[in-house]
C-alpha cells in the first residue's frame, strides 16, 4: 500500500505528475506561462520541495502513514486539477459569460473607465482604507514602522478592511497595467511602485504578487518571455521571497525560507488527528458562509470557520488563539474536501479548480482585457494569487461590480486616453480555446 512505501519515492512520483502537467498545458496553450505552471510551482514547493527538507531535518514529526497519505492526496489532488485544464470539456464557461452579460455595462468591459482619475480615486480609497484599518485594529503607525507585526497581531477582527485595502490597490494596479503598462520597462516599473506600496500592508505573497501579475500582463499583452528569462524571473522571484523573510525577521537561512510553506506539515498532522473522525459532508464548506456576517453586526460570530476549523484537531482551543493573536496557520487546498467527504473530495476540489481556472484563463486569452485579467487574478492562480484576499466569488464579484458602477459614472470617453484594446499587439503562437490562434499566430 502506498501508506507503506519510501516517502521520498512518493513525493518523487508527486513531482513528476506536477511537472508533466505542466508541460501538457504548455503544450496546449502553446506557451509555459499559464495558471498551471504558476500554481504548479508553487503545489511543488508546498507539496514536494517543503516535506522533502522536513524529512531531511526530521522535522516532520508526524507517523509515516500520514506523511504518505498526505503526498497521495496531493498527487490525486493535482492529478485531477490537470485533468480538468486539459480536457475540452469546460462546462463553467458558459455560466461565467452570462454573469458578465447580466453585469453589464459594470463589469469593466469597457476601456474607457481606464483613465488616470478612476486610477487616481481608486488609490484615495486605498489610503483611505488603511487609515481606517490602523486605526480599527489599534495598530496604527505600526502598519508602518513594523508591518509585520503588526499584520499578524493586529488584524483579527479588521480582516475586512485589510482585504478591502488589499483589493483597492490590486485593482489600481491592473488598471494602471492598460493604462500606461505599453512596455516592459514601464511594466517593472508599474509592479515595483505597486510592491513597494503593498510592504506596508505586511504580506509576502501580495507584495511579490505584483511581479508575477506584471510579468503574466506584459507576456500576454506585450511581448512573450523566453522560457530561459521565464526560468530567470522564477528563481528572481524566489529570491526576493528569500529576502523578504530576512527583512521581516520571519528566516535566517534559505532552509529557515522554505520551512515557512508548513502547509503540507500541517495536513499531515490534520490526517494523523482525524483518522478516526467521521466525516463532515459538507460542513466545513458550509461554514465558510461565515464570511459574510460583520462582526460588527455579529459579535458572536466565530474567529475560526472553513479550513481554518480543521485546525481544531491540532490546537485545542485554537480559537482562543486566534481571537488573541490572529494566528491561522495553512493548510493545503484539498484539505476541507478531504475533511467533508474524504477522497472524493479531494478529487471532486483539484476537478472544480481546474474547472474554474480554466474558464478564466482561456476567456483572458481570448478577450486581453482588464476585466478578464481581474478574473484570473482572483481565481486563475488558485489561491497562490488572488485579488480580493479570502473574499467568495459572489463578494468578490459584486465588490468589483460596485466599484465598476463608480468608474464607469466616473471616466468619460475622451478621458480614456491611449487604453490598451483587446487583442492588440498580441504575442505570436498563443492559442485560444479550440486550438484557433490569435492574431500573429496563423
Not at 146 to 172: F, I, K, N, P
Not at 256 to 284: E, K, P, V
Not at 315 to 338: H, I, K, N
Amino acid at each position: 500500500m502506498a501508506i507503506n512505501m519510501n516517502s521520498q519515492g512518493l513525493l518523487a512520483l508527486n513531482g513528476v505528475v506536477i511537472a508533466a502537467a505542466m508541460i501538457m498545458a504548455a503544450r496546449k496553450y502553446k506557451t509555459f506561462f499559464t495558471p498551471v505552471t504558476l500554481f504548479g510551482a508553487y503545489f511543488f514547493v508546498s507539496s514536494v520541495l517543503s516535506p522533502w527538507l522536513f524529512l531531511e531535518l526530521k522535522l516532520l514529526l508526524v507517523p509515516k502513514a500520514a506523511v504518505n497519505y498526505t503526498i497521495v492526496l496531493s498527487c490525486l489532488y493535482f492529478a485531477a486539477f490537470a485533468v480538468a485544464y486539459l480536457a475540452r470539456l469546460s462546462p463553467l464557461r458558459s455560466p461565467l459569460e452570462f454573469l458578465i452579460r447580466v453585469s453589464r455595462p459594470f463589469a469593466m468591459e469597457n476601456g474607457r473607465v481606464v483613465s488616470a482619475l478612476a486610477i487616481g480615486l481608486l488609490i484615495a480609497e486605498f489610503l483611505a482604507l488603511y487609515l481606517t484599518l490602523a486605526v480599527a485594529s489599534g495598530a496604527g503607525w505600526m502598519w508602518i514602522s513594523d508591518t509585520r507585526e503588526a499584520y499578524q497581531l493586529y488584524r483579527a477582527g479588521v480582516g475586512v478592511w485589510w482585504s478591502l485595502a488589499q483589493a483597492t490597490l490590486m485593482l489600481a494596479f491592473l488598471m494602471s497595467l492598460f493604462r500606461w503598462g505599453t512596455t516592459w520597462p514601464r511594466v517593472v516599473l508599474q509592479a515595483l511602485a505597486f510592491s513597494s506600496a503593498a510592504f506596508f500592508l505586511g504580506s509576502k505573497s501580495f507584495i511579490l504578487a505584483y511581479p508575477v501579475i506584471g510579468a503574466f500582463y506584459a507576456h500576454f499583452v506585450i511581448r512573450r518571455i523566453r522560457v530561459f528569462t521565464f526560468t530567470l524571473c522564477g528563481a528572481l522571484l524566489l529570491a526576493g521571497f528569500v529576502v523578504l523573510q530576512l527583512v521581516q525577521g520571519t528566516a535566517e537561512t534559505i532552509a529557515d525560507a522554505i520551512r515557512y510553506f508548513d502547509y503540507f506539515a500541517y495536513s499531515a498532522r490534520f490526517l494523523d488527528s482525524f483518522r478516526h473522525h467521521a466525516f463532515f459532508w459538507g460542513q466545513i464548506t458550509l461554514s465558510d458562509l461565515w464570511w459574510y456576517v460583520p462582526r460588527g453586526l455579529y459579535p458572536a460570530k466565530p474567529f475560526v470557520y472553513g479550513q481554518n476549523s480543521l485546525l481544531r484537531f491540532l490546537f485545542p482551543g485554537f480559537e482562543a488563539t486566534v481571537r488573541r493573536t490572529g494566528f491561522t496557520p495553512g493548510m493545503l487546498p484539498w484539505s476541507m474536501g478531504y475533511a467533508d467527504f474524504g477522497v472524493p473530495g479531494v478529487i471532486a476540489a483539484g476537478v472544480l479548480a481546474g474547472w474554474i481556472s480554466k474558464a478564466v484563463f482561456e476567456r483572458f486569452l481570448l478577450r486581453r482585457d482588464l476585466l478578464s485579467l481581474a478574473l484570473v487574478v482572483q481565481l486563475g492562480f488558485v489561491n497562490f494569487i488572488v485579488l480580493f484576499s479570502a473574499a467568495p466569488f459572489p463578494l468578490f464579484w459584486g465588490w468589483l461590480v460596485i466599484q465598476g458602477f463608480f468608474l464607469w459614472l466616473l471616466s468619460a470617453p475622451a478621458a480614456a486616453g491611449p487604453v490598451r484594446k483587446a487583442g492588440q499587439r498580441l504575442p505570436p503562437q498563443v492559442p485560444a480555446p479550440g486550438g484557433i490562434l490569435h492574431a500573429g499566430g496563423r
